[in-house]
């Protein structure tokens, strides 16, 4: 009797947990964020799939796991690819349940992405112009228009395999730059890193930080 008791506490602890799980999963809507953290390569994110990869495991850290989740990134040459290609359809909302754009041409004209709703998967503010350090430089690869930049000059750190020379476009996380452009505003497509290794992307205001979208 006491092992058929036993067994039936378990099972029960194991319905419970999956419960939980599933619960937490879907009371998590989240499906656009800032990465928390960066890969430990600069702007060598493992090509596009490693960086698909991070953006998945971030979010199921916090609960918001299901689904396809992907980097907001370009890349260049043979194999050209354009962010906007990548992240589905919308709508997306941040990790407070903020809706940042509801599709891809809101997206990529009157959205809301600003320092306030730019978060990371954790909901926390990332670190803008007038913060110490400042870190608002996003990695994308992209222009305005969220797709690869013509010509010869890498803007993509060698297709996000470079940890050393090289360049990639960064948007500004917090809208806030060196002056009132429009590329110093642009969330997407703001200027060129002066380098692929962390170092490079520390000394023009970032952290080797991406955008991740639930693209499913």
Same mark, same amino acid.
């Given at each position: 009797?006491?092992?058929?008791?036993?067994?039936?506490?378990?099972?029960?602890?194991?319905?419970?947990?999956?419960?939980?799980?599933?619960?937490?999963?879907?009371?998590?809507?989240?499906?656009?964020?800032?990465?928390?953290?960066?890969?430990?390569?600069?702007?060598?994110?493992?090509?596009?799939?490693?960086?698909?990869?991070?953006?998945?495991?971030?979010?199921?850290?916090?609960?918001?796991?299901?689904?396809?989740?992907?980097?907001?990134?370009?890349? !260049?040459?043979?194999?050209?690819?354009?962010? $906007?290609?990548?992240?589905?359809?919308? =709508?997306?909302?941040?990790?407070?349940?903020?809706?940042?754009?509801?599709?891809?041409?809101?997206?990529?004209?009157?959205?809301?992405?600003?320092? @306030?709703?730019?978060? !990371?998967?954790?909901?926390? @503010? @990332?670190?803008?112009?007038?913060?110490? =350090?400042?870190?608002?430089?996003?990695?994308?690869?992209?222009?305005?228009?969220?797709?690869? @930049? =013509?010509?010869?000059?890498?803007? !993509?750190?060698?297709?996000?395999?470079?940890?050393?020379?090289?360049?990639?476009?960064?948007?500004?996380?917090? $809208? !806030?730059?060196?002056?009132?452009?429009? =590329?110093?505003?642009?969330w997407n497509s703001s200027h060129?890193?002066?380098?692929?290794?962390?170092?490079?992307?520390?000394?023009?205001?970032?952290?080797?930080?991406?955008?991740?979208?639930?693209?499913?």
């Amino acid at each position: 009797m006491r092992h058929i008791a036993l067994m039936t506490t378990l099972a029960a602890a194991a319905t419970l947990l999956s419960a939980c799980a599933t619960t937490d999963d879907k009371s998590n809507p989240m499906s656009f964020f800032v990465t928390s953290s960066n890969m430990g390569k600069g702007a060598d994110l493992g090509g596009l799939e490693g960086a698909d990869k991070h953006c998945a495991a971030l979010a199921k850290s916090v609960g918001a796991g299901s689904g396809e989740w992907r980097a907001y990134l370009s890349t !260049t040459g043979a194999k050209t690819v354009n962010a $906007r290609d990548r992240i589905g359809n919308g =709508p997306w909302v941040n990790a407070n349940g903020l809706t940042v754009a509801n599709n891809l041409e809101e997206l990529h004209g009157s959205n809301r992405v600003a320092k @306030v709703t730019a978060l !990371t998967e954790k909901g926390e @503010v @990332v670190k803008g112009r007038g913060d110490m =350090p400042n870190q608002h430089d996003i990695l994308t690869g992209s222009s305005p228009e969220g797709k690869a @930049v =013509p010509g010869d000059k890498d803007t !993509t750190c060698s297709n996000w395999t470079s940890s050393g020379a090289g360049s990639a476009i960064v948007g500004h996380s917090d $809208r !806030t730059g060196l002056d009132e452009s429009a =590329p110093a505003k642009s969330w997407n497509s703001s200027h060129a890193t002066r380098g692929c290794d962390i170092a490079s992307l520390n000394a023009t205001g970032g952290n080797g930080y991406f955008y991740c979208f639930k693209a499913k």
